[in-house]
T-cell receptor
């Protein structure tokens, strides 16, 4: 079974530039999550999709971050413009629907903002 | 407010000895509790979960966790540690916050198993 795919794996940009990350979840997983993991901290949920609808985006900085999952499969997370404090690993995860289901994580994208 | 606490930043244990990684939580209603492991340069991997039923949950790689409702704890355990268990471990809880089920991760505990 193929896992969660993410690209790119690494990205270095300068502040005020824009960047986009892509995620392809495990086939059949209706729920997709984007997390931000800053060094030394646990993952922080940015946004959760159920199919192509947003379930929770309460911690997404909407002035600069946006995400979409137009066809209910793959998803894109964008940052525009980036700030220094956005340097982190961005993790995508997916799961079957249901509160008790575990998440399957991709390898993450390490973003460095200079 | 919903929260997860992992009180130890790092746990050191000798190979072959039992290990415990601690986790306490605060959530309204019944919690769904999870443990994940993160190896260097790899994504998080699911280890085990507690949903309901038996308080002792068994998971991958010989790990188990004990749910204690009165102490609001969900400690991760393994009877005999291996050097290959050295990694970063995260406890997570899913509980209801303002009508929505939120997923919150702890800050992580780095486990170091010494040969």
């Amino acid at each position: 079974e193929a896992g969660v795919a993410q690209s790119p794996r690494y990205k270095i940009i300068e502040k005020r530039q824009s960047v986009a990350f892509w995620c392809n979840p495990i086939s059949g997983h209706a729920t997709l999550y984007w997390y931000q993991q800053i060094l030394g901290q646990g993952p922080k949920l940015l946004i959760q999709f159920q199919n192509n609808g947003v379930v929770d985006d309460s911690q997404l900085p909407k002035d600069r971050f946006s995400a979409e999952r137009l066809k209910g499969v793959d998803s894109t997370l964008k940052i525009q413009p980036a700030k220094l404090e956005d340097s982190a690993v961005y993790l995508c995860a997916s799961s079957f629907s249901g509160l008790h289901n575990e998440q399957f994580f991709g390898p993450g994208t390490r973003l460095t903002v200079l | 407010a919903q929260s997860v606490a992992q009180p130890e930043d790092q746990v050191n244990v000798a190979e072959g000895n039992p290990l415990t990684v601690k986790c306490t939580y605060s959530v309204s209603g019944n919690p769904y509790l999870f443990w994940y492991v993160q190896y260097p340069n790899r994504g998080l991997q699911f280890l085990l979960k507690y949903i309901t039923g038996d308080n002792l949950v068994k998971g991958s790689y010989g790990f188990e966790a004990e749910f204690n409702k009165s102490q609001t704890s969900f400690h991760l355990k393994k009877p005999s540690a291996l050097v290959s268990d050295s990694a970063l471990y995260f406890c997570a809880v899913r509980g209801e916050v303002s009508g929505t089920y939120k997923y919150i991760f702890g800050t992580g505990t780095r486990l170091k198993v010494l040969a």
